[in-house]
C-alpha cells in the first residue's frame, strides 16, 4: 500500500507550503482536513496550482471537511475508520494563530485539536509518524536560552495562543510512549523568501507594512532586542527534513534562527529604511499617538520587541545539516520581502473611486 499523509492547516500560511514540499518530494497521498465552509476551493487555497503540477497534484490531494474544536473532529465513524486504516503519516499544522482572543477560544482549537488528532492517531495502525507543529514561544515570558528539551517550567505566557501551544505540546509529549511523534517549534515566520508572500494578518506584515504606508513612526522596544526571524520557505523545507529522518522520532526542535543569527531590531529598523525609503523608526518610543487601531495591535507585539530570549538550535541543526537545509540571513532577502509588503498594501488599499462629474 501507497503511503497516505493526512494533514490540517494545509491552508494556511505555512501549511500550504507543507503540503507543496510533501507533493513535490514525495510520492504519498495527502489528505487535507479543512474546515467545511472551505469546499471546493482547498485545492487552490492549498498553492498546488503551478500549472506544470497542478494535475498530479490534485490527483494526489483529496480535502476533507473536518472541525479541529470537535473530539471527534466532525468525521462520521465510517470516514474516521476510512482514515485510520490506511493514513502512514500526520502532519498537525491546523490551529488558531491570533494574540487577541481568550485563552478558552485559543484553547478551542489548538488545544482540543492536538487532542482529537492523537485520539486519531492511536487508532492507525499503519502510522510511522506524528509531526505536530508547534511555536518556538510556548516558552512564554522565559528569560536567556531555551533549550530545545524544556517544556513546562510553569512559565508564564503573553496570550492565550502561546498558552494553548504548550498545552498541546504537551500532550503530544505524553503521546510519546505510544505514537512516533516529533515537535517542531518556528519562531517569528517573515515572507516566502521566492515571491515575497506574507501572512496578510501576521505580525511581520501588519508592522512593516504600517511603516512602509507610513502609519508607523514609534516602536516599544530595545534597538538591541534580538528577534528570531525566519523564512516561511525555510520552515516548510526544515519541518519535512526533519520528519524523513526516523532518527528525528521523539524529538522536540527549533526551527529557529538561535542566539547567533537573530537580527538586532535596531538592526531591522535600518534595513526597513533602507528598502521602503521612510525615516527610521523611533525604538523605545511612545506609541500613545498612533491611530488607535494601530496602537492595540501594536500592544500585542510589544513583548516581542522587548523580551530577552533566544532559543537553542543544536538538535535541529545537527539534522537540518544533514539534509542541506539553510538559514537565510535577514538582509539576504529584505528586498524581497519589502516587494511583498507593497504588494500587500496595494491589495489592501480600498479602490479609488472617481468622483462623478457634472454635466456641462
Not at 131 to 150: K, L, N, P, W, Y
Not at 258 to 274: F, N
Not at 282 to 299: C, H, K, N, Q, T
Amino acid at each position: 500500500m501507497s503511503e497516505l499523509v493526512l494533514m490540517t492547516g494545509a491552508t494556511g500560511f505555512v501549511g500550504r507550503r507543507l503540503l507543496r514540499v510533501w507533493l513535490q518530494k514525495t510520492s504519498a497521498r495527502v489528505v487535507v482536513l479543512t474546515r467545511p465552509q472551505n469546499g471546493d476551493a482547498t485545492a487552490a487555497r492549498c498553492g498546488v496550482a503551478e500549472p506544470e503540477l497542478a494535475e498530479d497534484f490534485s490527483r494526489r490531494v483529496t480535502a476533507v471537511a473536518a472541525d479541529l474544536t470537535d473530539p471527534r473532529l466532525g468525521l462520521s465513524p465510517a470516514l474516521r475508520t476510512e482514515l485510520a486504516t490506511a493514513v502512514t503519516h500526520i502532519v498537525h499544522c491546523g490551529g488558531l494563530v491570533r494574540f487577541d482572543v481568550s485563552l478558552a477560544d485559543a484553547r478551542a482549537t489548538n488545544t482540543t485539536g492536538a487532542a482529537a488528532m492523537l485520539d486519531l492517531a492511536r487508532q492507525c495502525p499503519r502510522l510511522r509518524r506524528f509531526d505536530h507543529i508547534s511555536t518556538a514561544f510556548v516558552a512564554g515570558c522565559r528569560r536567556g536560552v531555551v533549550s530545545e528539551d524544556e517544556h513546562d517550567r510553569g512559565q508564564q505566557h503573553h496570550n492565550g495562543y502561546e498558552r494553548s501551544k504548550l498545552e498541546a505540546e504537551l500532550l503530544v509529549r505524553g503521546a510519546a510512549g505510544d505514537l512516533p511523534i516529533a515537535i517542531h517549534r518556528p519562531s517569528i515566520i517573515t515572507c516566502d523568501t521566492r515571491t515575497g508572500e506574507l501572512a496578510p494578518f501576521g505580525a511581520v506584515a501588519r508592522l512593516l507594512g504600517a511603516y512602509a504606508a507610513g502609519n508607523l513612526t514609534a516602536l516599544p522596544g530595545r534597538p538591541d532586542a534580538r528577534l528570531d526571524l525566519v523564512p516561511v520557505d525555510f520552515v516548510a523545507d526544515a519541518v519535512f527534513a526533519v520528519a524523513a529522518d526516523p532518527g528525528s522520532v521523539g524529538g522536540c526542535f527549533h526551527l529557529a534562527a538561535g542566539p547567533d543569527r537573530s537580527p538586532e531590531l535596531g538592526e531591522v529598523r535600518d534595513l526597513a529604511a533602507e528598502h521602503f525609503q521612510r525615516p527610521p523608526l523611533l525604538i523605545g518610543g511612545d506609541p500613545s499617538s498612533l491611530p488607535s487601531a494601530l496602537r492595540a495591535e501594536v500592544e500585542l507585539y510589544a513583548p516581542y520587541l522587548t523580551c530577552d530570549l533566544a532559543f537553542a538550535v543544536a538538535e535541529a541543526d545537527r539534522f537540518l545539516g544533514k539534509a542541506g537545509v539553510d538559514l537565510p540571513n535577514l538582509a539576504e532577502y529584505f528586498a524581497i520581502m519589502a516587494r511583498g509588503v507593497r504588494l500587500l498594501i496595494r491589495q489592501m488599499r480600498p479602490p479609488h473611486r472617481e468622483q462623478p462629474r457634472s454635466i456641462p
